[in-house]
């Protein structure tokens, strides 16, 4: 069974401060990865993928994630933080098969931006 | 724009009531999906739907239906059965191929009366 960790349920950084928000993963088979990105009362936007190849992934908004099999690990960071990055994040874990794909997300990590 | 619709935003039931949420995609994606969210829990997969006429349960599909009659619907029903309906819906969508993302629309938000 794949199941995803966000250590954190709750990340407070200042503006133009480093985020890091942290994911591990377990999984049977080889993962594919996601983090996506969710705006008060609004659905979830993808951020970024990890299915095979580079393991360093760079997604919208100046996000980018590295995948790291040794550590079962997909830690998002930005340099430098926005005020509109203020969001709740989701870690996402999937089979990577063709078809129907049933995600397993983790349990969502809010960021809080300080002026 | 291509996207995915769900209707409505805010929806509030009384108890011993079915209610339908409605989900509809112009993405031509074969694909769907529906998740509940409560707060702290990440989301968690009710039902999904690979073609027209054919859905598997998910993880918490008890005290809920879903039907899906043509590509772009598939509405979600909850059923008096379930019995903490309280929650955030979100439908999403994906096409089959490998390994594709899963796209979604901004939610339904049902409360009990």
Same mark, same amino acid.
């Given at each position: 069974?794949?199941?995803?960790?966000?250590?954190?349920?709750?990340?407070?950084?200042?503006?133009?401060?480093?985020?890091?928000?942290?994911?591990?993963?377990?999984? &049977?088979?080889?993962?594919?990865? =996601?983090?996506? *990105?969710?705006?008060?009362? %609004? #659905?979830? @936007?993808? +951020?970024?993928?990890?299915?095979?190849?580079?393991?360093?992934?760079?997604?919208?908004?100046?996000?980018?994630?590295?995948?790291?099999?040794?550590?079962?690990?997909?830690?998002?960071?930005?340099?430098?933080?926005?005020? &509109?990055?203020?969001?709740?994040? =989701?870690?996402? *874990?999937?089979?990577?098969? %063709? #078809?129907? @794909?049933? +995600?397993?997300?983790?349990?969502?990590?809010?960021?809080?931006?300080?002026? | 724009?291509?996207?995915?619709?769900?209707?409505?935003?805010?929806?509030?039931?009384?108890?011993?009531?079915?209610?339908?949420?409605?989900?509809?995609?112009?993405?031509?994606?074969?694909?769907?999906?529906?998740?509940?969210?409560?707060?702290?829990?990440?989301?968690?997969?009710?039902?999904?739907?690979?073609?027209?006429?054919?859905?598997?349960?998910?993880?918490?599909?008890?005290?809920?239906?879903?039907?899906?009659?043509?590509?772009?619907?598939?509405?979600?029903?909850?059923?008096?059965?379930?019995?903490?309906?309280?929650?955030?819906?979100?439908?999403?969508?994906?096409?089959?191929?490998?390994?594709?993302?899963?796209?979604?629309?901004?939610?339904?938000?049902?409360?009990?009366?």
């Amino acid at each position: 069974a794949q199941s995803v960790t966000q250590l954190g349920s709750h990340v407070s950084v200042s503006e133009g401060a480093l985020v890091l928000l942290r994911c591990n993963y377990s999984s &049977s088979v080889p993962p594919y990865l =996601f983090w996506y *990105v969710q705006y008060p009362n %609004q #659905g979830l @936007q993808l +951020l970024l993928k990890y299915t095979t190849g580079a393991t360093l992934v760079k997604g919208i908004n100046g996000f980018e994630a590295e995948f790291k099999k040794s550590e079962t690990s997909f830690h998002l960071t930005k340099p430098s933080a926005h005020m &509109s990055d203020a969001a709740e994040y =989701f870690c996402a *874990v999937s089979k990577g098969i %063709q #078809g129907a @794909q049933k +995600l397993v997300f983790g349990q969502g990590t809010r960021l809080t931006i300080n002026p | 724009d291509g996207g995915i619709t769900q209707s409505p935003k805010y929806l509030f039931r009384k108890e011993g009531q079915n209610v339908t949420l409605s989900c509809e995609q112009n993405l031509n994606h074969d694909a769907m999906y529906w998740y509940r969210q409560d707060p702290g829990q990440g989301l968690r997969l009710i039902y999904y739907s690979q073609i027209v006429n054919d859905f598997q349960k998910g993880d918490i599909a008890e005290g809920y239906s879903v039907s899906r009659e043509k590509k772009e619907s598939f509405p979600l029903t909850v059923t008096s059965a379930q019995k903490n309906p309280t929650a955030f819906y979100l439908c999403a969508s994906s096409t089959i191929e490998f390994n594709q993302p899963q796209h979604f629309g901004d939610g339904t938000r049902l409360s009990i009366l």
